[in-house]
């Protein structure tokens, strides 16, 4: 069974950065892929930014050039890199996954959640 685990997420003040991280366990990385959700109140899930079984990452237009995913070495830790942050981008992050492909900008087409981390960003 895949298990997934969010930290790190925090208050910081508009332009500062936090890096999440996200503990996965029980699946094969050769397989799956990773993805970064956030769902701001009152608002639907929307698609961060995305990692395939073979590395390739894509992003969220509003986020490309200020957040960055990655993973450990052992690939069973997955980041979020995130700079610059904006009011905006307060919200609960989830890491999600399942085998590959996947719709990147559905939630559907993840099986796998954590528990969500909060990110607060003050103006």
């Known amino acids: 069974e895949v298990k997934l685990v969010e930290s790190g997420g925090g208050s910081v003040q508009a332009g500062g950065s936090l890096r999440l991280s996200c503990s996965v366990k029980?699946?094969?990385?050769?397989?799956?892929?990773l993805a970064w959700f956030r769902q701001a109140p009152g608002k639907e899930r929307e698609g961060v930014a995305h990692i395939d079984s073979d590395g390739v990452t894509t992003y969220e237009d509003s986020v490309k050039g200020r957040f960055a995913i990655s993973q450990s070495d052992a690939r069973d830790t997955l980041y979020l890199q995130m700079n610059n942050l904006k009011p905006e981008d307060t919200a609960m992050y989830y890491c999600a996954s399942d085998i590959c492909p996947v719709d990147i900008t559905a939630p559907s087409s993840y099986g796998y959640w954590g528990q969500g981390t909060q990110v607060t960003v003050s103006s």
């Open positions: 029980g699946y094969t990385y050769s397989l799956y892929c």
